[in-house]
T-cell receptor, first 110, second 112 residues
Framework: RKEVEQDPGPFNVPEGATVAFNCTYSNSASQSFFWYRQDCRKEPKLLMSVYSSGNEDGRFTAQLNRASQYISLLIRDSKLSDSATYLCVVNPSGNTPLVFGKGTRLSVIA | DTEVTQTPKHLVMGMTNKKSLKCEQHMGHRAMYWYKQKAKKPPELMFVYSYEKLSINESVPSRFSPECPNSSLLNLHLHALQPEDSALYLC???????????FGQGTRLTVV
């Protein structure tokens, strides 16, 4: 089983839609979790850290389910500018580098 | 200021050339990373420096040689590269290994 798994998509959604991505991780000792966004031919940018209690930033909500070892990202009221690849990123255990999922492509269509 | 600066932004080099990629951060981060990214793939870890010491080398060929002159700078020296080494090379930094990482804009490298 890969360390971090994501559905590659693409997810094609109309403007204004709500879309959710899930990501599973294999190491139950994983300590911290992040969502990054990467636009075409640009660098990954930190979108949100994911906390045990869940967190929300505007239209974006991230949740962690430790029991089932998955994290999720919910985007409400999708905008054209949300079109990007969303990378699920996990710190497997303390002093180790972050592990990246393969990314989920989102296209928001007018 | 969450900025990591990489130069150059684009580089075309021949297979016999020697070139260097540069990365700088002034956030006081003690971990710095080099990643390689091919189209439609996630970033692939190459090297990790922690407190200016090489901590991880992910079995990268010796034609890639990292250097950390001080806590703010990270270089990647390139020599005798192959066309398949063409990719986006990303530098990143974080407070310590494993915390959220901030990426530079990358160097788009083409080997001809």
């Amino acid at each position: 089983r890969k360390e971090v798994e994501q559905d590659p998509g693409p997810f094609n959604v109309p403007e204004g839609a709500t879309v959710a991505f899930n990501c599973t991780y294999s190491n139950s000792a994983s300590q911290s979790f992040f969502w990054y966004r990467q636009d075409c031919r640009k660098e990954p940018k930190l979108l949100m850290s994911v906390y045990s209690s869940g967190n929300e930033d505007g239209r974006f909500t991230a949740q962690l389910n430790r029991a089932s070892q998955y994290i999720s990202l919910l985007i409400r009221d999708s905008k054209l500018s949300d079109s990007a690849t969303y990378l699920c990123v996990v710190n497997p255990s303390g002093n180790t580098p972050l592990v990246f999922g393969k990314g989920t492509r989102l296209s928001v269509i007018a | 200021d969450t900025e990591v600066t990489q130069t150059p932004k684009h580089l075309v080099m021949g297979m016999t050339n020697k070139k260097s990629l540069k990365c700088e951060q002034h956030m006081g981060h003690r971990a710095m990373y080099w990643y390689k990214q091919k189209a439609k793939k996630p970033p692939e870890l190459m090297f990790v420096y922690s407190y200016e010491k090489l901590s991880i080398n992910e079995s990268v060929p010796s034609r890639f040689s990292p250097e950390c002159p001080n806590s703010s700078l990270l270089n990647l020296h390139l020599h005798a590269l192959q066309p398949e080494d063409s990719a986006l090379y990303l530098c990143a930094s974080s407070q310590v290994i494993g915390t959220e990482a901030f990426f530079g804009q990358g160097t788009r490298l083409t080997v001809v």
